[in-house]
């Protein structure tokens, strides 16, 4: 049995943080920052349980403030270069928000099947958590920084947006428009994919009702912070 969700405890989160400087190292959020998010916003980290606690699968999403979600394009910063206030609010629409995905991984001794069934219990949690159902138009951008990168953004449709050569960190940028009838037509699949699955969706993230205009987050609590130890 798999579980998806928020990495639950200190403990879970330090595997996806430790299997991230592994895999991207310099090209990922630092370690220090990295844990400064979990603590503000545990739910830009997801994760994939498998059995004896083992790390499957994991995400990360950042939904940027427009001017830095046009500067990150521009390549005047680059994902080491993310900070929290650089967010949307949780109470912030995502109407037409630009999310920066910063890394999808599945664990390479699962087979296709299997690969392809964490996958989608991913997207499907990540579109629970986000709401997307409420919404009309999103974008989505990423930096593939592999060969299985590239080929996961050219099977969603994903366009350069921006070349390596122009971006400080030489990452190229793709991305693509998500609209009400993309989103409608792809989460019934992937719904009936995960339709009697071995994975449990653990939807663990703070709910609560998103505004359209920048009001101060209402019943917001810090239940969700978690105090980590030194990376080691």
């Known amino acids: ?13 330090l595997r996806v943080l430790s299997l991230e400087q592994n895999l991207f190292g310099r090209f990922s959020v630092p370690p220090e920052t990295a844990k400064k998010f979990f603590r503000v916003r545990p739910e830009i980290f997801q994760a994939v349980i498998g059995p004896a606690d083992t790390l499957a699968a994991y995400s990360s999403v950042y939904p940027l403030k427009p001017h830095w979600a046009t500067a990150f394009i521009s390549g005047e910063i680059g994902e080491p270069e993310l900070e929290p206030h650089m967010l949307l609010e949780r109470d912030e629409s995502l109407e037409d928000a630009t999310l920066y995905v910063g890394s999808v991984v599945v664990a390479d001794h699962y087979n296709a099947a299997t690969k392809s069934l964490l996958i989608a219990s991913l997207i499907a949690w990540r579109a629970k958590q986000l709401d997307v159902v409420a919404l009309k138009r999103f974008s989505v951008i990423a930096t593939p920084l592999t060969d299985h990168g590239h080929r996961m953004l050219r099977h969603g449709g994903a366009t350069l947006l921006a070349a390596g050569s122009s971006r400080k960190d030489g990452c190229p940028v793709y991305g693509r428009e998500i609209t009400h009838g993309y989103h409608s037509r792809l989460l019934p699949t992937i719904e009936r994919l995960l339709n009697g699955s071995v994975v449990e969706m653990k939807y663990n993230f703070p709910r609560q009702e998103r505004r359209p205009q920048r009001d101060p987050a209402v019943g917001e609590t810090t239940s969700m912070e978690v105090s980590l130890p030194s990376l080691s």
Do not use: D, H, K, T
């Open 1 to 13: 049995m798999f579980i998806c969700c928020v990495p639950r405890n200190a403990a879970e989160f």
